[in-house]
């Protein structure tokens, strides 16, 4: 008598879908697979922060999309793969033409090519440069 309970339990509980809303910073967009990367927040019950791509269920939201932005989203689970179906944009990225925050020529380093010197301040207010920790890995965070 309780199989037939049971089955049609199973059955409405997998109708449901269940979905995660969270945000995070675009990295890259591809609009050719429709796809995004972006490093995202936790998703509490689902997955930990990281850096992954999602696919996007209508192209048409990655139109205005551009690495720096910062999305909300909700991901949605399927067997074929988590992708997001809902996307919006939370703060787009600035341009400031160089005036005050972006170098007017690029200051990237290629893979390969040596970074170059620079001093930062550290958690007890000590200045280390990164010539002083030459030939050692070196991570470096802004909190």
Do not use: W
């Amino acid at each position: 008598m309780r199989r037939p309970v049971l089955l049609c339990a199973f059955a409405l509980g997998s109708a449901c879908a269940t979905t995660y809303n969270t945000r995070g910073l675009v990295l890259r967009v591809d609009p050719a697979t429709s796809t995004v990367t972006v490093s995202h927040e936790a998703v509490p019950g689902y997955m930990g922060a990281m850096v992954m791509p999602f696919a996007v269920k209508d192209a048409k939201e990655l139109r205005d999309v551009q690495p720096g932005d910062v999305i909300a989203f909700r991901l949605r689970p399927k067997s074929s793969g988590t992708r997001i179906d809902r996307l919006e944009h939370l703060s787009a990225t600035g341009v400031d033409s160089g005036l005050t925050m972006t170098p007017s020529t690029t200051a990237l380093v290629k893979v390969g090519e040596a970074v170059p010197d620079f001093t930062l301040i550290n958690q007890h207010g000590d200045s280390v440069s990164l010539s002083s920790v030459r030939g050692s890995v070196v991570a470096v965070t802004f909190i």
